[in-house]
């Protein structure tokens, strides 16, 4: 049989991602009180939202920071402002792209020359990546300890926390190891997969010698988790929904953990169907979940509009290679 062609295979994955989007948000709102959703979105108080947009503004400067202690750890020098701008730019592709890491590229674009590598610059953000996630699940594994709720399913949150940690741990304290696992793509391209492997164990190698950062990054990851509750927690009160915050530190991380699999448009659908189904198994309105789901993705995309302007107005990368730099111009 002959190979399906690459536009075709991606043309048939994104038809059948907004099939499912598409198709989940049908059933929830056939299955949900679309006038009850309609009330909470039109009696929004301005003023939370407001509030909301700044905790997003406050996450977003956060998270520069975080990148930044990861890329102290390889001796990259770059402003936390910098690295928020393109966090901000990440966000807008995030959203407006039919998938949720489509950020990641820019960021690795952004830090390629001052690292050096593409290789570094993307083993940085999956390091960032890993260690949000982390902390993702350290929150929602906090937050079933608060619940007065049984809910089915949060013991595997603490399965999955302790998992991530014990993997990461090993990661970077024994780079050695993940290289010999990856060796075997060596028979694809020799030569160019050896020498990224290097690339890959070097900067590990440097992560897991500045401990001090490493940990003040992952501090960093806690503090965007709580901030992204917070972000939720605020858009409820808009919409006058009386959501705790031991069921927001449940509800909004598990959402966003389920969302990482490449199964809709950006999430769309899947988000509601889990905001909504935690909802109901907490004893909250259906309709309540709903609506604070749609607040809070529109609000999200709201945000991430200026970052759409900073990529069409800047005229060059965000940072230039250092002076002193001997990486080969084809790996930059």
Request: hydrophobic letters at 55%; one cysteine or more.
């Amino acid at each position: 049989m002959s190979p399906v062609p690459g536009g075709v295979r991606r043309a048939s994955s994104f038809v059948i991602k907004l099939s499912i989007s598409v198709g989940l948000l049908a059933i929830l709102f056939r299955q949900t009180d679309v006038s009850a959703v309609a009330e909470r979105l039109r009696h929004v108080d301005p003023g939370w939202i407001a509030l909301a947009l700044l905790v997003q503004a406050a996450l977003l400067l956060v998270s520069g920071w975080r990148w930044r202690r990861l890329l102290v750890t390889q001796h990259v020098d770059a402003s936390t402002w910098q690295l928020t701008l393109s966090c901000l730019v990440a966000n807008f592709f995030n959203n407006f792209l039919p998938s949720n890491i489509g950020g990641d590229f820019v960021r690795i674009a952004d830090t390629a020359s001052a690292a050096g590598s593409r290789t570094v610059a993307t083993a940085v953000v999956l390091l960032d990546r890993v260690l949000g996630l982390i902390a993702l699940f350290a929150v929602a594994a906090c937050g079933s300890l608060l619940l007065r709720h049984t809910l089915p399913g949060t013991g595997y949150l603490w399965v999955l926390l302790i998992g991530g940690a014990l993997a990461a741990a090993i990661v970077v304290s024994q780079p050695a190891l993940v290289t010999r696992g990856l060796r075997p793509l060596a028979r694809l391209r020799e030569d160019w997969v050896t020498e990224r492997l290097g690339r890959l164990e070097t900067m590990l190698s440097k992560a897991g010698g500045d401990y001090a950062s490493l940990l003040q990054a992952f501090g960093g990851a806690l503090v965007v988790q709580g901030l992204v509750v917070l972000f939720y927690l605020c858009v409820a009160k808009g919409l006058h929904i009386d959501l705790p915050l031991r069921d927001a530190m449940v509800i909004v991380p598990v959402s966003l953990v389920i969302q990482l699999a490449p199964v809709s448009i950006n999430g769309f659908g899947v988000r509601e169907a889990v905001f909504s189904y935690l909802f109901r198994m907490l004893g909250h309105p259906v309709d309540a979940g709903l609506a604070l789901s749609i607040a809070g993705a529109a609000l999200l995309i709201l945000a991430s509009l200026p970052g759409g302007l900073i990529f069409l107005l800047r005229k060059e990368g965000l940072m230039t290679p250092p002076p002193s730099s001997d990486m080969p111009e084809e790996e930059v």
